[in-house]
């Protein structure tokens, strides 16, 4: 079982990323000051941290710069209600490995954990979701056994979409976690990219594995 630190000042806050994280099969260790946070995540014992960006005591910038200078990599999803581009670079370059704006959706939430719990894991080397195999070495995939050629990004949407088979991926996620924009480009790409991996996914006579959650994102299902 994996245990995570949440740092978080806010109790309802709190109580929602400890109950959503518990759900998913995680232990949960609270903090609810800076301080506190910082010794327990001292300790090296967590697998995953989120730690809120205004804390008192000392506040989740110093709190993640001191980990690093003390050589603690646990990954750190950053949450702040601060949503401008500058407050979250500045998070990043603190050494947050992710950052999250309030308010936010919980299954986003866990999908940022869970991609941050997965960096550290060890190297997987096949995805499987329904008919989809994808051999994350060879960057190969096939559907019923026959190969399907996908160009790079169309890859590497499908295969974080295969990470998280069967949840409501948002926009801004996928242009995070695949695109590596921290923006909305406002461009019409993910669209693009979808309706092409559909066409070399779909198999006639059965659904589109790739469904589109209105005013949420995708969901990749095992079809």
């Known amino acids: 079982m994996t245990h995570i630190l949440v740092i978080e000042d806010d109790a309802t806050t709190a109580l929602q990323l400890a109950g959503e994280l518990e759900a998913q099969g995680h232990q949960i260790t609270t903090a609810t000051d800076g301080l506190e946070g910082?010794?327990?995540?001292?300790?090296g014992r967590f697998d995953a941290i989120t730690l809120d960006r205004m804390?008192?005591?000392?506040d989740?910038?110093?709190v993640?710069?001191?980990?690093?200078?003390?050589?603690?990599?646990?990954?750190?999803?950053?949450?702040?209600a601060l949503s401008d581009i500058d407050e979250r670079v500045a998070g990043l370059r603190a050494g947050g490995d992710d950052y999250l704006v309030k308010p936010f959706a919980p299954a986003e939430m866990i999908a940022r954990v869970e991609v941050l719990l997965r960096r550290a894991?060890?190297?997987?080397?096949?995805?499987?979701?329904?008919?989809?195999?994808?051999?994350?070495?060879r960057h190969d995939v096939s559907i019923d056994g026959v190969v399907v050629r996908l160009l790079p990004m169309e890859y590497k949407l499908l295969e974080f979409l295969a990470r998280h088979a069967g949840q409501t991926i948002g926009r801004q996620l996928i242009f995070?976690?695949?695109?590596?924009?921290y923006f909305d480009p406002g461009a019409n790409v993910i669209n693009v990219h979808i309706a092409r991996l559909r066409r070399k996914l779909d198999r006639?006579?059965?659904?589109s594995p790739i469904a589109t959650?209105?005013?949420?994102g995708y969901r990749l299902d095992a079809v």
């Not at 995070?176 to 924009?181: C, L, P, R």
């Not at 959650?213 to 949420?216: I, L, N, P, Q, R």
């Open 38 to 43: 910082l010794d327990l995540a001292g300790t």
């Open 55 to 58: 804390l008192p005591g000392l």
């Open 60 to 62: 989740g910038l110093t």
């Open 64 to 80: 993640v710069a001191r980990l690093r200078a003390n050589r603690i990599d646990t990954p750190v999803l950053m949450i702040s």
């Open 121 to 137: 894991a060890p190297i997987e080397t096949m995805l499987q979701v329904g008919a989809i195999r994808i051999d994350l070495i």
């Open 176 to 181: 995070e976690q695949v695109w590596g924009y």
């Open 204 to 207: 006639q006579g059965l659904p």
């Open 213 to 216: 959650v209105k005013g949420e």
